[in-house]
């Protein structure tokens, strides 16, 4: 069985930070890359797999990014997997979540995955879609979610949990192919060794561009996409006061703030 | 800058000269006084880089009739001395920075060890600090001779280049000996009436400034306050009223509280006192005074500071600690980097070095203090890494995580890693007691460093919360070079120092014995009535037995060392002992454990065998037998007896050294606690050091640092030769 294990690169912000002039992003200067939180326990789910079923299961991540997204196929390759592949060039550039999901599919039916492994959702966007929509332009089955799974290679399916509201879990069997998307907090997972970083730096990444996986320009980047990003802003705050004086005039003031808020 | 400082950046008049800010590094010890030049001038300097507008020597003896070793003050004897700082004023200068000297003369305080002169002091008395140590009661004769050792100190300052003369009356040195009622007793006209008290010293800062006055900066160092009531000075009476008498001889005033014997009501230990401790005495000064105002009292933080300031408390922020944890402090403000500041946490161990008399001062906090001349460790510059290898450290706690920060600072890619969920280590356990949660000053640091860090360099990673390594783990882990840092235990079965074998009946697993680590993880109930046995002679046991007297439980300490003894050259004794009267905790001194059951343990008194000696045969004690021995109850018995370095791991990847090379491991080492317990200080300083000559053949080992000694054939007094020469 081949796992296939689209990761992303999420935009970590400084403290402080600009909205660009466009005021539809944020200025790149103030922006690092990380590995999506989520991601690193989906990558995890996929190495336990691998291990536990040695020799029948691949997993391979995969990203949908420029040259600089490669740090985080890297970062995955450096605690296990042979191979990864990034899909990328300059028509890719202002996908939505959809759009995206189209080049993951196509990804996963060009590998023969029979199971993707998504996160649940980005620190950074929070979508919380693309998983979603990759199993639906599949026609495969999925569970959003995932807290828990078990894979039985005999008969080929999955028997996954998931946390509902007020403690209730659910206990759900998919079978194969499917699509999960992963939750925090499903396994613990590790950290690379520098050997495994070592080793990872001569492992292949492969390069696909839309076209190698049949996906039509007019079906990404900004003509693609459904979702437009109109404007980024950053909300009001409300205000903050320092209190100052002797502690009877901090308390006095803290009574009036009390009262205005209360609308008295 | 972020403008709500500004106020700590403006600069201000003091007599001739003009202080840049308000940043002022207050006398203070290091070790280094006049005999090691090169110390003296890195160390001072280092700070003016840093920032701070002004600097100063240590307490600066005017004359050998004030000599206090194996306590190292400065000198300002000869020419040799002058030569000597003159090195330290120098380097100083090139940062813009105006540099200070203290004049001291220490009346019976000093006890003359070396100089073997005596003392003298407004009346005869022994020294509440040296107690063996008496003064000669001046006559008039005397008090124009020891007034002229100051004016001529005062005239070498000024040719060494110091552009600020003190007369240091702070901590109960001579002229507050005069003030004071505790110590003059005398009915002429320097005694009796506060006018009379202060005509010594009003005379000495008149004098003073008469000859140096027109090129200096004349300052005080007044303790306002003795805080021993009508005994000594109180702020609001002669305090304040000896600030008018004297407001127009000086030119700045440095104001502080207390006296030598006690003076861990200035140096106040984060144990005992917050930020700003001394504000309620030193307020009142800037009342009658006309002059600028400084004070000190562990400021880190520049909100405080600023309110200081804005409050119109203290013009000036004085700061000795401040200054040593981090000399950049000043400029990491200018430059809005207050989360870079590396905050003293207030342990005094800098202070525990001057009170042992002798070793250069260390930091805690700081692992270059010191070590900037000698080993040319800055604190904030690093060289680059000379290699490519990677480094693998094991444990994060100080020695680990200080050894990857430094590392990483160099350049190198460093993997850290700990079971545990946070940076830290031992002083996650220590923090938590009482009274020192400002220990945690010392992760906080490196925490945030560490993060910074490691966001430079994509291969390096801080693997917390991580599964424990074990020999396989270790060996094929890629590193080229591995630094064990895996800390230290208390031991479980009542080794300590005094016997150094178990104890019979002791063991950690039971349910009514516990470690402190025990303790920690509150992994078992504690009785009611809880003996302590200690063999310790820091902080565990003392701070213990605070914790669970507090707690309600009622808490002896049987002790076979001098309970808290290292706490005395920390400060931190003698209201830790007040503390204990307070909480009813018993001492039982000087015994030792032969055996321990359920609910029991016998002790014996440590000196309860015969005095005599004698040669009985193999086999025999040359002592006639010890029968002290009594049983006292408990319901719980925490073990504070000793402890030992955590080296399974170190010794496991030792006994494989055959396999390093196969696994391109070029090297393993052990630092910290795990190479031997040691104060958290000296663990820091082990991870730092390892870290900056990690490329040398054998890291494990330090280089040579550069000794500043006295060097046969080189004379600087007038007239003196190398040769061996005898008066016949
Ligand atoms: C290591 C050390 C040595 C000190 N030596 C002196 C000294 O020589 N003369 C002096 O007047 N005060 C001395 N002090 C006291 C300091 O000047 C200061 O009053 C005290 O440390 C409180 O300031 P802080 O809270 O900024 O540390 C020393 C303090 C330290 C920490
Ligand atoms: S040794 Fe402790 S008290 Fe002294 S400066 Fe360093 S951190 Fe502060």
Redesign the interface.
């Known amino acids: 069985m081949k796992i296939l294990v689209p990761v992303k690169q999420v935009e970590i912000l400084d403290e402080d930070f600009d909205v660009q002039d466009d005021g539809r992003s944020i200025d790149p200067d103030c922006i ?1 890359f990380e590995l999506n939180e989520w991601d690193d326990y989906s990558w995890e789910t996929a190495l336990q797999l691998m291990e536990k079923h040695e020799g029948t299961v691949e997993a391979v991540p995969m990203t949908v990014g420029d040259e600089s997204a490669d ?1 985080g196929l890297r970062k995955c390759l450096a605690k296990g997997g042979e191979r990864a592949i990034r899909v990328w060039d300059d028509s890719v550039a202002g996908s939505d979540p959809i759009a995206i999901a189209r080049l993951i599919a196509a990804a996963a039916k060009k590998e023969d995955a029979q199971l993707v492994l998504a996160g649940t959702q980005s620190t950074d966007q929070a979508h919380g879609q693309t998983g979603i929509a990759v199993a639906a332009l599949l026609g495969w089955p999925h569970v959003a979610v995932v807290s828990a799974l078990d894979y039985s290679a005999a008969d080929g399916k999955l028997t996954v949990r998931r946390e509902l509201e007020g403690g209730v879990e659910e206990e759900i069997e998919v079978a194969l192919p499917a699509v999960l998307t992963i939750q925090l907090g499903i396994n ?1 997972p ?10 990872a730096k001569t492992k292949t990444v492969d390069l696909l561009s839309p076209a190698d996986l049949g996906v039509s320009t007019d079906q990404l980047g900004e003509t693609g996409s459904a979702a437009r990003v109109r404007r980024m802003y950053i909300p009001e705050r409300s205000k903050a006061e320092l209190i100052t004086g002797t502690p009877p005039e901090q308390v006095k003031r803290l009574i009036e703030i009390v009262n205005e808020l209360k609308g008295a | 800058m972020d403008s709500k400082y500004a106020t700590l950046f403006e600069p201000i008049k003091i007599g001739p000269k003009t202080l840049k800010n308000r940043f002022y590094q207050v006398p203070h010890c290091i070790g280094a006084g006049s005999d090691k030049p090169g110390f003296q001038a890195a160390h001072r300097s280092m700070k003016a880089e840093g920032g701070w507008g002004g600097i100063n020597t240590e307490y600066c003896s005017i004359h050998p009739e004030s000599d206090d070793t194996n306590r190292v003050s400065a000198r300002i004897w000869d020419e040799g001395d002058v030569r000597n700082l003159k090195a330290m004023t120098d380097e100083v200068h090139k940062y813009g920075a105006l540099v200070g000297v203290e004049l001291w003369y220490g009346g019976p305080h000093a006890p003359c060890l070396e100089s073997r002169q005596t003392p003298r002091g407004p009346s005869q008395y022994a020294s509440d600090f040296e107690t063996q140590s008496y003064c000669k009661e001046m006559d008039l004769d005397d008090i124009k001779m020891v007034q002229q050792f100051y004016v001529d100190a005062a005239l070498r300052a000024r040719d060494a280049g110091f552009d600020i003369v003190y007369v240091y009356g702070a901590h109960a040195y001579l002229p507050l000996q005069f003030l004071s009622p505790f110590y003059n007793k005398r009915t002429d006209g320097y005694g009796g009436s506060l006018e009379n008290r202060a005509r010594f010293w009003l005379e000495t800062l008149e004098k003073v400034r008469g000859a140096v006055g027109s090129d200096c900066a004349i300052a005080t160092r007044f303790a306002v306050d003795s805080l021993s009531g009508q005994e000594g000075i109180q702020v609001e009476d002669d305090g304040m009223r000896f600030v008018e008498l004297a407001d127009p001889l000086v030119d700045v005033w440095d104001v502080n509280v207390g006296v030598i014997a006690e003076w861990g009501e200035d140096a106040g230990p984060s144990r005992f006192h917050r930020m700003g401790h001394q504000l309620p005495w030193q307020r009142f000064i800037k009342l009658v005074s006309k002059k600028p105002v400084l004070g000190v009292g562990r400021f880190t933080d520049p909100e405080k500071m600023v309110e200081v300031i804005r409050a119109g408390q203290l013009d000036i922020i004085g700061a000795a600690r401040p200054s040593i944890a981090d000399p950049f402090l000043p400029n990491k403000i200018k430059e809005g980097r207050v989360d870079d500041i590396r905050t003293c946490i207030g342990c005094n161990v800098c202070i525990s070095r001057w009170e042992i008399g002798g070793p250069p001062m260390v930091c805690t906090q700081n692992a270059t203090a010191g070590e900037e001349y000698r080993r040319g460790w800055h604190p904030e510059k690093f060289e680059p890494k000379k290699s490519d290898d990677t480094i693998l450290v094991v444990g994060a706690g100080p020695s680990g995580s200080e050894c990857a920060r430094v590392l990483m600072e160099r350049g190198y890619t460093v993997h850290l890693v700990d079971q545990a969920d946070k940076i830290g280590g031992y002083v996650n356990n220590v923090a938590s007691l009482p009274g020192l949660g400002e220990w945690g000053y010392h992760r906080d640091y490196r925490e945030t460093q560490l993060n910074k860090l490691v966001k430079k360099n994509r291969d390096s990673q801080i693997a917390l919360g991580a599964k424990p390594l074990d020999v396989d783990g270790i060996l094929g882990y890629g590193a080229d070079k591995v630094v064990i840092a895996t800390g230290a235990h208390w031991n479980r079965d009542g080794n300590s120092a005094l016997t150094h074998a178990p104890i019979p009946g002791i063991n950690a697993d039971l349910p009514y014995m516990v470690t402190p680590e025990q303790i920690f993880a509150g992994s078992k109930p504690i009785g009611k009535r809880v003996l302590i046995l200690n063999a310790d002679p820091y902080y565990m046991a003392p701070s213990l037995a605070h914790k669970l007297a507090e707690a309600g439980h009622e808490v002896k300490v049987a002790t076979g060392v001098d309970l808290g003894r290292y706490m005395h050259f920390t400060l931190e004794y003698p209201n830790i002992r007040r503390l204990f009267n307070e909480l009813n905790i018993e001492i039982i001194s000087d015994v030792w454990a032969s055996r321990a059951e359920e609910g029991r343990i016998e002790l014996y008194d440590v000196w309860g065998d015969g005095h005599k000696i004698q040669f009985n045969g193999v086999g025999q004690s040359p002592r006639t037998e010890n029968r002290t021995h009594k049983w006292h109850e408990f319901d719980t018995l925490v073990l504070v007896t000793g402890r030992s370095s955590n080296v399974s791991l170190f010794r496991g990847i030792k006994e494989r050294q055959s396999e390093w090379a196969s696994n391109d491991i070029k090297g393993v080492y052990l630092i910290g606690d795990a190479l031997a317990p040691k104060l958290i200080a000296d663990a820091t300083f082990d991870g730092h050091r390892i870290a900056r000559e990690i490329e040398e053949a054998n890291p494990q080992y330090p280089q040579p640092y550069r000794r500043e000694v006295a060097v046969w054939g080189v004379a600087h007094m007038p007239g003196a030769t190398s040769e061996i020469r005898y008066r016949l």
């Open positions: 690092e740090d613990e590790r950290y690379a060794s520098l050997r495994g970083i070592k080793q």
